[in-house]
Nanobody, 123 residues
Framework: QVQLVESGGGLVQTGGSLRLSCAASGRAFSSYIMGWFRQAPGKDREFVAAISAGGGSTYYTDSVKGRFTISRDNAKNTVYLQMSSLKPEDTAVYSC????????????????WGQGTQVTVSS
């Protein structure tokens, strides 16, 4: 079992940056694959990025490649999402999620979820 709490969201102008954090409590954080997802109003939840348990492998959706970076610090039980060159279409509630096993972009494959943090990018 793992509990997840996101932070770092807010309001930013187009072209700006934000760093989201997801703090995990519970055991064996370093054994979990971590993912970031987002959901904009009226839209389905969308995969953003994922990172392997050891941090050696990462995977991004095409729309954020080159702008977002996922990383983790297993000593701090925290996963990060550094977001740069933000666009209005990045506006959404961002949630982190955890699972064991294989790295997936499918949200239904994740077992544990945080409550989410709002990111708003103004034009």
């Amino acid at each position: 079992q793992v509990q997840l709490v996101e932070s770092g969201g807010g309001l930013v102008q187009t072209g700006g940056s934000l760093r989201l954090s997801c703090a995990a409590s519970g055991r064996a954080f370093s054994s979990y694959i971590m993912g970031w997802f987002r959901q904009a109003p009226g839209k389905d939840r969308e995969f953003v990025a994922a990172i392997s348990a050891g941090g050696g492998s990462t995977y991004y959706t095409d729309s954020v490649k080159g702008r977002f970076t996922i990383s983790r610090d297993n000593a701090k039980n925290t996963v990060y999402l550094q977001m740069s060159s933000l666009k209005p279409e990045d506006t959404a509630v961002y949630s982190c999620a955890a699972r064991r096993g294989v790295l997936y972009s499918d949200a239904t494959r994740y077992d544990y979820w945080g409550q989410g943090t709002q990111v708003t990018v103004s034009s």
